[in-house]
């Protein structure tokens, strides 16, 4: 018995020892690549770093945090920028000649798309001034989310060696500009062209450098051979200098959740093998439970004198808690919108009011509610006149001070009428209280009714011999004939 038992067991180890495992997703990422980061894209958690914290090349994955600071800073991306006179730039590049005239947002797409050079040149001036003026710009924006190891030197990440970041850095940034929708849009073009001009007759046919998105070709993979292709990426951004190496910042999105990977210094085939690693990884362990979508938490908000007639806000970003696969919410999860007192003007971008999640009744996170219009008065620039402010200011404390005179008048009147009523009533009261003390006690007889007849009688007896001693006196006197 002993002997077919252990006979079963050897061949049931020889069975599992030729099969091919699954079990990839327990185990911890190994990557070729130097520096390496996953984020979860919800809740800015991270999943798996590798020297996440250490000082890096960015190359062309810095235009990403370029495309998004030009979106956020240029209000109306179908503004027309005319080409001036550029100096050499290092390719990759749009070839930009003098006198070319483009959207904004289609020099986003070319930048984003075929990582143009030339093109982020000529919007970080147009958005910052000069080279300069936009990398303070940028490096004042990332510090304001949570970078602690970046300096840029460039929008374009051309080879500067005061011109450094770190994976961690670089997933932060990616997590903040994948939060626009038209960023995500750009990020996840495949193809663009851009038509002829008159200084450049041909048109101009990219495809985007991001083999995620494009490529026909295959990799290996775990043991397998399969696309590079993978139709959950959407987005973001390739870079490569010899001093970076191979770069990649990629999102994925599988049902609710999405998950950020920032690879650096790494190789052609490696890049994106440690890309899917860190992709598949995210999804296979860990579920990202969405409290808030910041998209269904979008409101307005009517507001009467104004061009616009209402206010649009929403959630700066959406909130999710972050569980192990298969592991339920630890608790019950809240969300009210607060929003302030709206003071005209209000630009686009202000902070007016907030988003508080709860749980089990105790406040966790306060999200800032975004204005995603601008709300102008209807009489213009009237009210941002400080003396005209004054002006209102006094009028309303008139205007308040004669209601609450009005007000006392009218409580003074009533008040006097009311006791001088009250004194009435209390005056006629002491009245008839002394003529009812003042007035005589008659006491009642209560006679016999034949008594009372007899004493009548008597009364009448006298009245009755008077009578007739009268009429004698009356005989006598009588003449005689």
Known sequence: MKKIISLLLAVFISIC?????????????????????????????????????????????????TAYLVIKHVDNLNERITIGNLPYIEPSS???????????????????VHSCNDVAYVLAEHVGGSVSGFADIMNKEAKAIGCTGTHFNNPNGLPDTNHYTTAH????????????????????TKHLTIEATEQYPQKRIYD????????????????????????????????????????????????????????FQSTNEGVYVDSRTLIDYGFENFDSHVIADKDEYTDTKRKFFTKQKELI??????????????EPLDGKYSVNTKLNKIELPVKKGDVVGSMTISKNGEK????????????????????????????????KLIVIAAILFLAFIFIAKYYYSYKRKNKGNRRKVNRNSNNTS???????????PVSE?????????????????????????????
């Open 169 to 188: 850095d670089m997933a932060l940034m990616a997590r903040k500009a994948m939060n626009n929708p038209t960023f995500r849009e750009i990020v996840s």
């Open 208 to 263: 985007n450098s991001n083999k995620f998105l494009t490529s026909n070709a295959t990799m290996n993979y775990k043991g397998k051979s399969i696309p590079i292709k993978y139709d959950i990426v959407d987005g973001i951004k390739t870079g490569f200098t010899n001093a970076a190496g191979k770069c990649l910042l990629t999102s994925a999105k599988k049902g609710n959740q999405r998950v950020i990977a920032a690879v």
């Open 438 to 448: 003042e007035r005589p006690h008659r006491p009642v007889n209560h006679r016999d």
């Open 453 to 481: 007849e007899k004493e009548n009688k008597i009364r009448r007896r006298p009245a009755e011999k008077i009578n007739r001693n009268t009429d004698r006196e009356q005989i006598k006197r009588k003449p005689k004939k």
């Open 17 to 65: 020892s030729v099969l091919p495992m699954d079990s990839y997703a327990a185990e911890t990422p190994v990557l070729q690549s130097k520096y390496a980061v996953l984020m979860d894209y919800e809740t800015g958690n991270v999943l798996f770093e590798k020297n996440g914290n250490s000082k890096l090349y960015p190359a062309s994955t810095t235009k990403a945090w």
């Open 94 to 112: 749009m070839f930009l000649k003098k006198g070319e005239s483009f959207t904004v947002k289609e020099l986003l797409s070319a930048l984003m």
């Open 364 to 395: 966790m996170r306060s999200i800032n509610l975004i204005a995603q219009n601008n709300l102008d008065s209807i009489f213009g620039k009237l009210i941002e006149n400080k003396l005209f402010l004054l002006l209102l200011l006094i009028i």
């Open 313 to 326: 806000y929403q959630p700066e970003e959406g909130y999710a808690v972050l569980t192990k696969n298969g």
